[in-house]
DNA sequence: AACACCTGTGTTTTT
DNA sequence: CACAGGTGTT
């Protein structure tokens, strides 16, 4: 086997660590040092050298992203064989593992996943139970206390005695949230980490099972791992196990999540006898920009210590540009881009990044008049959207008909005349019956003798239309199952009647989702349960961890926008890092908490070492927030790097004259296209507004267009009925 | 149950 | 300012 061919293209250091014998293993890789090419070498170099079968490696990463990319280096560089090797976040790893002992964790044996919205809702009924006020314990401030202490480690019961009131009512709570979780059976985020780290705590045995078959476990961004996510690793490798993790302290960027830096030090102090290796040579940035990032860095006190260098030439120097306002600043952006793109440079090359999402409109906006495609990265998530959760809640009551959370959510979407008082009724009958929530309605919707009661009949009408459901789902494949439950359950009719400003881009959702059903592969480790519907069972179990559908490829011929903490774990030819003000990057938030400016810090310094060779730094003198003007001080993370290590952008670049120019001229860029970008059009419901881009061409091309008033949506020519405006 | 009004909120993000 | 979510009215 020639193994020289996966150790040709590393340097020594690199190398030394992807060869490294069976051993605890800490790889401390400077931002662009080749981490993900250390970590996938690692992985192939077992497999290929040491006859490591790779059923025993489990890799784990931030993302499903991370994940997916990692998966296809190490096929393309082992082969298919390695197929079997467990890689994943760690959520869905331990999902994994419990999806095959539910009830031995006391789960319910197809339990659901509860998103960030399902357990605010849970909470809030809990506080409502207990008659609180609603303003004194906000449930978001409720849940934001139980994911603390669960990302901790720490049960209600290990919580320590608070000194006030207040302390004592959120642990309260607590407590009462992990009952009412085991009730239902489910499990939130944090929870699929710790009911699997208490399986095996209670079961011996079946935790052996775990370590004898993971003999390789490796973890990317360690530095990123929460105290729970900690306490899993350490238990599934134990003493046997051969851990390798690699991180950098200098890139954590999670504390306000649960990530603890300190996982890194106590590594060591965990794993007897590990070997320490550093990579320090970036390979990404250029010499000025990789300067500029290092003196940033020096400046934050608790750091292991680290001095990224490189080889590379050293280029030219970051540019820093005050804007008047934050509407020059986005103009100055769009100018440069310009610029760079008429000299030949790809879109896809080029990244506008930014603390906090909000400040993406301004940019989004300049962008549209100026006719430059771009692509947004986050703001409100495929599966968080309300038309999939309520599909999915009605594939969950397909697989499993007493599922109360799915059932809730459906009660009366689409309207069905239930209100409130009959779900009460309900939930009433279900408390004193210990039944679920389906159980009960069905035997409250028994007619008696004579009964015109209104509610009893729409409910039962509501559960004859999941019955029949079932039935007629059961031959169809997956995506026909999706689809004809879209279908039975009238829901895009819903959308219609209720908010027809959303249907359009609601019922796209639908249809994506359907995409994704279509292009599903099932996990192959998972346990393929004969029940029927175990297809869509595997299928919720997955999406309930996705946070996009797999089929969105990122189009090259688009300038990327994106959150800092976005952006880490890319890199790009040109980065424009926006917003350098007091009390935005630094947050103003975050100058409150211990460590919170260090941690601001860092992702400035994750932010400048995106760039490969060029980096522009920008800021307003006064910008639009809330409504109304504030004057700016420049961000203190501007001056830690030294003046003479940037360069200052031209002033007034763009005038205001300028802009209302280009407003006027509609250039029609693609012949096969009914519109142009930029122009206005008219649509009967959703009134005036402007297209931003396009997919497809011809008759059939989708097209995005802002309305005033009802923001962007993508519309179909063919269906859309859009006029066209002269502006 | 549907609609209009009001009020609070407004970091980052994955799972 | 802009929006989501909740409350109150019909």
Known sequence: MNTNRLLANLNPEQREAVTLPTGPALVL????????????????????????????????????????????????????????????????????????????????????????????????????????????????????????????????????????????????????????????????????????????????????SYQARFREILVDEFQDTNTLQYLWFRTLTGTSGNPFVVGDDDQAIYGWRGGRVEHVLRFPKDFEGTRVIRLEQNYRSSGAILSAANALIA?????????????????????????????????????????????????????????????????????VRHEIAYRIYGGVRFFERSEIKDTLAY????????????????????????????????????????????????????????????????????????????EAIRPLNLAGQVERVIALSRLAEFYQTDDPLRAET?????????????????????????????????????MALATEPESRPGKSDEIQLMSLHAAKGLEFHTVFITGLEEGLL??????????????????FYVGITRAERQLYLTRARRRRLHGHYIDTLPSRFL????????????????????????????????????????QRVRHPRFGEGVVLSHEGSGDHCRIHVRFEGSGAKWLLWDQAHLETLES
């Open 639 to 678: 001056l830690e790097i030294p003046a003479d290590q940037l360069e200052s952008g031209e002033p007034r670049i763009v005038t205001r004259t300028a802009r209302s120019r280009v407003q006027h001229r509609f250039p029609n860029t693609d012949p096969g296209l009914p519109v142009t970008i930029g």
């Open 299 to 367: 400046h934050n006190p608790s750091r292991l210590g680290k001095t990224l260098w490189t080889a590379s030439e050293t280029g030219e120097r970051p540019v820093y540009f005050t804007a008047d306002d934050e509407l020059e600043e986005a103009d100055y952006i769009v100018t440069r881009i310009q610029q760079a793109l008429s000299g030949g440079q790809p879109a896809g090359t080029i990244a506008i990044l930014y603390r906090s999402n909000a400040q993406s409109r301004v940019i989004e906006e300049s962008l």
């Open 506 to 542: 609601r019922i796209e959702s639908l249809a994506e989702l359907v995409n994704a059903a279509a292009g599903y592969e099932p996990d192959p480790e998972m346990e393929s349960t004969p029940a029927e519907f175990s297809g869509l069972m595997a299928f919720l179990g997955q």
């Open 29 to 208: 890789a400077g931002a662009g040092s080749g981490k993900t090419r250390v970590l996938v070498h690692r992985i192939a170099w077992r497999i290929e050298t040491e006859d490591t079968p790779p059923q025993s490696v489990l890799a784990v990463t931030f993302t499903n992203k991370a994940a997916r990319e990692m998966r296809a280096r190490v096929l393309t560089l082992v082969g298919p064989r390695a197929q079997s090797m467990w890689l994943g976040t760690f959520h869905s790893m331990a999902y994994r593992i419990l999806s095959r002992h539910a009830r031995e964790a006391g789960l319910r044996p197809d339990f659901t996943i509860l998103d960030e919205d399902d357990q605010r809702r849970l909470i809030r009924q809990l506080i409502r139970e207990r008659q609180w006020d609603e303003r004194e314990f906000p449930p978001a401030l409720a849940q934001w206390y139980i994911n603390q202490k669960k990302d901790a480690g720490m049960r209600a019961s290990q919580v320590p005695d608070g000194v006030g009131r207040e302390d004592r009512a959120l642990r309260d709570l607590y407590q009462g949230y992990e009952m009412k979780l085991r009730s239902l059976g489910a499990a939130d985020f944090a929870e699929l980490l710790f009911c699997c780290h208490d399986l095996w705590q209670k079961q011996p045995a079946l935790l052996e």
């Open 395 to 470: 594939l969950r009551l397909m697989t499993d008909p007493e599922n109360d959370s799915a059932f809730e959510r459906v009660f009366n979407v689409p309207t069905r005349g239930l209100g409130d008082r009959t779900f009460e009724r309900v939930r009433e009958h279900a408390r004193q019956e210990g039944r679920s929530l389906a159980a009960s309605a069905l035997a409250i919707a028994q007619p008696k003798a004579v009964s015109a009661d209104r509610s009893a009949r729409a409910l039962r009408g509501f559960l004859e239309l999941l019955a029949d459901m079932r």
């Open 586 to 603: 630094p947050h103003s938030r975050a100058t409150e908490t211990a460590g919170g400016l260090e941690e601001e810090r860092r992702l």
